[in-house]
């Protein structure tokens, strides 16, 4: 059976190899001309800078995919962990080291915070891993038809109550330790998921699971070396990859139901089954004109946006940088008001700056850096016009770099705001698709079938699982099973490849 993909993105890349592993025909279709999707790599007078995602945990989920198509993790992406995983540094001057290893990081807490929040957090971590091993198999990594779908599994949903997962994330964390630092270095990832810690489900301290406890990680050569590997793999497998190519439309038989897609070239390629990667809005906008999409990607609640600065800079950090650096600003609670209630800029922002040249130094001109420089910003449903706030921010974040004892003298540089995200097809400007609120979450997130048009199937952070680079990747492994049930003929299984 053929398959079209559509977009070379981490969930499209995910989806072919699972696809052309399986024995599918498999055609991958990406208008740049390289893998990589929103995190496509920018080369700059001589800086690389990798334009999408910087943390990179959960390294077996990309391992997943590259042995769907008979390549191994270790021979094709070799990973360096980083220990410290982050460095945070508070408004009053102090820093904790976020260790991989449960004992090194106890250590880390009993020197910063005390020996109480030390002995609390051998038990928090153990309570990050029960909430991990009920919620990956039972609802993250599952398909859905409907909410009722939550009762298949009664004795995991009862487990993930018991361990207080639908609690609210912040007080939760609150209660596990007294210094509130690490209320914030525990409960920030939040905002991930769109939300802040008083207002997202405990149950996402999975995330924070991901990078506290399994740890962090660096591809060889940059995050760029993931979806080329996977495009690798999935090419030696047998996949067509066609770059440089955009889909202007999807071909439907007289049932309305899948039967290829159009090329900006006016060729038609046939497919039995269509995986499609785009931010949903903007699917349903260019590919499905003649369907309303549903009402939570209509009307639903969007993640708050960020604004990216890439730079290239004279010089190297202050000694005692890591390679992920987070500085939380002091006012957190009237910073995530002003964010997500507000929808103004925060006033104390918290702000990541990534310098990837510490641990890959060829990413720059010998003696220089290349830095990632985040911070949170409304999505473009606030008020802020970002042609005359560009400018501003631009400054304020040089400032910052100045006071921080960054590298500053810049060479080359490269703004991103959320018109930059709306330009490159990401609803609302927010490369973060629909906030995971309780009802935009699980089987209530918009689902990756449409039934309205058979054979097409959706992946990518605005359907399910959500939001991440490990949860792209599973998005991306949902969509070929969906594809499996939906094909006629011995690929219409159960899911083998997982035992």
């Excluded at 990401?426 to 089987?443: D, I, N, S, Y």
């Excluded at 680079?469 to 011995?490: N, Q, T």
Aim: aromatic fraction near 8%.
């Amino acid at each position: 059976m053929s398959v079209v993909v559509i977009g070379a993105g981490l969930s499209g890349l995910a989806a072919a190899c699972h696809l052309v592993g399986r024995g599918h025909e498999v055609t991958l279709v990406e208008r740049h001309d390289a893998a990589g999707g929103r995190g496509l790599r920018l080369r700059q007078d001589g800086f690389t800078f990798d334009t999408g995602p910087t943390v990179m945990t959960m390294p077996d989920l990309v391992g997943e995919a590259l042995a769907a198509a008979g390549t191994s993790l270790h021979d094709a992406l070799p990973m360096r962990l980083l220990d410290p995983a982050y460095r945070a540094l508070f408004d009053d001057g102090s820093q904790i080291m976020v260790r991989h290893g449960v004992e090194a990081m106890r250590q880390e807490i009993a020197d910063t915070c005390g020996s109480v929040d030390a002995a609390s957090f051998v038990d928090f971590a153990d309570w990050l891993r029960k909430l991990y091993r009920v919620e990956m198999p039972h609802f993250i990594d599952a398909n859905f038809d409907s909410p009722l779908d939550l009762a298949s599994n009664p004795r995991a949903a009862a487990r993930l109550l018991r361990l207080g997962g639908f609690r609210r994330l912040g007080p939760v964390i609150r209660e596990w330790f007294r210094d509130e630092r690490l209320h914030r270095l525990f409960s920030f990832q939040a905002l991930y998921a769109g939300l802040s810690p008083e207002s997202a489900l405990a149950l996402y301290a999975v995330i924070t699971y991901m990078d506290s406890i399994e740890g962090v990680w660096f591809p060889e050569g940059g995050m760029d070396a993931v979806p080329a590997a996977l495009a690798t793999a999935a090419s030696k497998a047998g996949a067509d990859l066609r770059y440089g190519t955009s889909v202007t439309r999807l071909v439907l038989d007289r049932r309305g139901a899948v039967a290829g897609v159009e090329i900006d070239s006016g060729e038609r390629l046939r497919a039995d089954a269509v995986v499609c990667t785009l931010d949903l809005p903007t699917a349903y906008d260019q590919l499905l004109p003649q369907l309303k999409a549903p009402r939570v990607v209509r009307s639903g609640t969007y993640s708050p946006s960020a604004v990216v600065w890439h730079v290239g800079a004279s010089g190297t950090p202050a000694p005692g940088t890591a390679h992920h650096n987070i500085h939380f600003g002091a006012d957190w609670d009237g910073a995530f008001r002003a964010l997500i209630d507000d929808r103004r800029l925060m006033p104390d922002p918290s702000r990541l700056v990534t310098v990837p040249t510490l641990t890959e130094p060829g990413l720059a001109p010998e003696g220089d850096s290349v830095l990632y420089v985040l911070e949170p910003v409304p999505n473009l449903s606030g008020s802020i016009d970002w042609r005359r706030e560009r400018e501003p921010m631009r400054e304020r974040l040089h400032a910052f770099l100045t006071a921080n004892g960054y590298p500053d003298r810049i060479l080359t540089e490269e703004l991103v705001t959320p018109l930059e995200w709306q330009q490159l097809g990401m609803h609302q400007g927010t490369p973060f698709a629909l906030a995971h609120t309780f009802m935009q979450t699980g089987p209530f997130r918009p689902g990756n079938l449409d039934r309205r048009v058979p054979g097409l199937v959706f992946a990518g952070s605005g359907t399910v699982p959500g939001v991440g680079v490990p949860m792209v990747l599973i998005s991306g492994k949902l969509a070929a099973d969906r594809v499996d049930a939906y094909l006629p003929g011995p690929r219409a299984r159960l899911r083998t490849d997982r035992g």
